[in-house]
């Protein structure tokens, strides 16, 4: 499924901007390879699209354009395509836009994310930061370039508190989000659910520090989830996961947690959540097993 959808605060549904490309066009040699796009397809809806992929935390909303930073593995489902995954449609990731204004996406040279890290934008900069296993990327969306900030791949440069390095635990599949109040970014790492403090150097990217926290309180079960900031209550929150919604407050670097009342919405989807600063709360969008349902929360503490 490649087609766009955006939820609509006004009318609480979901509207898709364009339908998705059908099967008779998903064949190698409507593939473009080299940005992982769709050629051409049925009238209504622009051309070229990229291919469905898993975006985990590289779909970044900036001004009117929409981001995209992941690249395609492979997988489909269409009766054309005779195993689950097909090494016909793969490519690498590219810097991808989308305009909510002309319609259109536009592709860019720019590599985006590597094995699928974490991505925020990071407004002191105006940049869009991109952290994992292997490093850490700045992302300059105007002049739509990217470079490699920290190699994480050679020495250790991933510190704990007291300063010693350590071996990271990045991973891949998780989040970053930025935190206003002291400007620095915050990383959940999903198996070991432990947080990482990325204090940006914003004149030189390569002086910046990640340093892996010492957190108190109970934190998340492994298993997928996705954050977001919250400027009332100044926490990032996480899920829910089995009905219980988590609070990371990076001031005190401890973590709460409370079953949400007034219904069970399950888990969430993996990174299927952000905050709605009109209405304070948190929406996000359910798993399968929970029902793929959208919900709106809103945190106390």
């Given at each position: 499924?490649?087609?766009?959808?955006?939820?609509?605060?006004?009318?609480?549904?979901?509207?898709?901007?364009?339908?998705?490309?059908?099967?008779?066009?998903?064949?190698?040699?409507?593939?473009?390879?080299?940005?992982?796009?769709?050629?051409?397809?049925p009238a209504k809806g622009p051309y070229p699209?990229?291919?469905?992929?898993?975006?985990?935390?590289?779909?970044i909303i900036l001004g009117d354009e929409l981001?995209?930073?992941?690249?395609?593995?492979?997988?489909?489902?269409?009766?054309?395509?005779?195993?689950?995954?097909?090494?016909?449609?793969?490519?690498?990731?590219?810097?991808?836009?989308?305009?909510?204004?002309?319609?259109?996406?536009?592709?860019?040279?720019?590599?985006?994310?590597?094995?699928?890290?974490?991505?925020?934008?990071?407004?002191?900069?105006?940049?869009?930061?991109?952290?994992?296993?292997?490093?850490?990327?700045?992302?300059?969306?105007?002049?739509?370039?990217?470079?490699?900030?920290?190699?994480?791949?050679?020495?250790?440069?991933?510190?704990?508190?007291?300063?010693?390095?350590?071996?990271?635990?990045?991973?891949?599949?998780?989040?970053?989000?930025?935190?206003?109040?002291?400007?620095?970014?915050?990383?959940?790492?999903?198996?070991?659910?432990?947080?990482?403090?990325?204090?940006?150097?914003?004149?030189?990217?390569?002086?910046?520090?990640?340093?892996?926290?010492?957190?108190?309180?109970?934190?998340?079960?492994?298993?997928?989830?996705?954050?977001?900031?919250?400027?009332?209550?100044?926490?990032?929150?996480?899920?829910?996961?089995?009905?219980?919604?988590?609070?990371?407050?990076?001031?005190?670097?401890?973590?709460?947690?409370?079953?949400?009342?007034?219904?069970?919405?399950?888990?969430?989807?993996?990174?299927?959540?952000?905050?709605?600063?009109?209405?304070?709360?948190?929406?996000?969008?359910?798993?399968?097993?929970?029902?793929?349902?959208?919900?709106?929360?809103?945190?106390?503490?």
């Open positions: 499924y490649d087609g766009l959808n955006t939820f609509d605060l006004s009318t609480l549904r979901w509207v898709e901007e364009y339908p998705p490309t059908p099967c008779s066009a998903i064949v190698p040699s409507n593939f473009d390879n080299a940005v992982g796009a769709w050629r051409r397809g699209r990229p291919a469905a992929r898993h975006t985990t935390d590289q779909l981001i995209m930073l992941a690249g395609v593995e492979g997988n489909g489902r269409c009766s054309s395509i005779t195993k689950y995954t097909s090494y016909d449609f793969t490519a690498p990731s590219r810097a991808t836009h989308y305009s909510f204004q002309t319609k259109t996406w536009t592709f860019h040279p720019a590599e985006g994310g590597v094995e699928w890290p974490g991505a925020a934008y990071d407004p002191p900069s105006n940049k869009i930061i991109l952290l994992g296993q292997q490093g850490l990327d700045i992302y300059d969306p105007v002049s739509k370039t990217k470079v490699r900030a920290i190699n994480l791949l050679g020495p250790r440069v991933v510190k704990d508190e007291q300063g010693n390095p350590i071996q990271h635990e990045l991973r891949y599949n998780n989040n970053l989000v930025y935190f206003p109040p002291n400007q620095k970014h915050y990383y959940f790492e999903m198996v070991t659910q432990r947080v990482y403090e990325l204090n940006l150097d914003r004149g030189d990217f390569s002086k910046s520090t990640i340093t892996r926290l010492d957190t108190t309180g109970s934190r998340p079960w492994a298993e997928p989830i996705g954050y977001a900031y919250d400027p009332v209550n100044r926490i990032i929150g996480g899920g829910p996961l089995r009905n219980v919604f988590f609070a990371y407050d990076p001031v005190s670097k401890s973590w709460a947690s409370q079953p949400i009342k007034g219904g069970t919405p399950g888990s969430v989807a993996f990174h299927a959540i952000d905050y709605d600063s009109v209405n304070n709360v948190f929406i996000f969008v359910t798993n399968y097993e929970s029902g793929t349902r959208t919900w709106a929360f809103r945190y106390s503490r």
